[in-house]
């Protein structure tokens, strides 16, 4: 399944105009092939029921903007998705298997189930309390809508940090050195310590990844 997985990759980037022997791609495939079995299999230690084939996708879009995330699809198996942008602005391997075990790491430790709880919780929360207050269907329906998004935020930065962690491990295994990974954070902009943002600054993303590599004598 892996092996078409790469192929289908590689097909996509010739359709597209891309050429399949540069560099930055090829290295794309080789980080895949080594990561996704290690991401796979933390996984199942952790939850042998759980859907744990990682699908790993290349947007090949040029105007979609630098980003690697991961979803789920219909059949609830997790896909990791890079952008072409973003696969173009890895300096090394090291930062591109970095990356991808953090993304792995969402699914493993189900933080998109946590915050579709969460942003239910949010909303039925506000919802209620502006429903009691006297509140109009519309006033309601924006409370609701309000609810959901801070309920869906408010564990968002704990989530970035523990999915640092944990890619850091995956990482390392996969034979990569998450402490040239970690530099990637040098590099992309500082989002800083919003209110109510999605990921945290990127000092603390470097600490928690630095404190990782000690307690577990990687490199």
């Known amino acids: 399944m892996r092996r078409f997985l790469i192929l289908f990759v590689l097909l996509v980037a010739g359709c597209t105009g891309v050429d399949p022997n540069n560099p930055q791609y090829r290295a794309f495939v080789a980080v895949a092939e080594d990561v996704e079995p290690v991401g796979e299999a933390q996984c199942r230690s952790k939850d042998p029921d759980r859907n744990c084939d990682f699908q790993i996708q290349l947007d090949l879009n040029p105007s979609a903007p630098a980003n690697a995330f991961q979803t789920v699809d219909r059949s609830g198996r997790p896909v990791v998705i890079f952008t072409r942008s973003m696969l173009d602005s890895f300096r090394n391997p090291d930062e591109m298997a970095f990356v991808m075990g953090h993304e792995m790491a969402h699914h493993i430790l189900e933080h ?3 915050q579709r709880i969460n ?5 039925v929360f506000l919802g209620e309390l502006v429903s009691l207050e006297g509140g109009t269907p519309e006033q309601v329906a924006n409370a609701q809508y309000v609810g959901a998004v801070v309920g869906s935020r408010s564990y968002s930065k704990a989530f970035e940090l523990e999915a640092d962690a944990l890619g850091t491990l995956i990482t390392y295994q996969a034979g990569y050195r998450p402490s040239v990974g970690v530099k990637f954070f040098e590099e992309i902009p500082d989002p800083g310590d919003v209110f109510l943002g999605t990921h ?11 404190r990782t590599i000690r307690k577990y004598g990687l490199n």
């Open 112 to 114: 998109l189930d946590q």
């Open 119 to 123: 942003a239910v919780k949010g909303a």
């Open 200 to 210: 945290p600054a990127n000092p603390d993303r470097i600490r928690i990844v630095q």
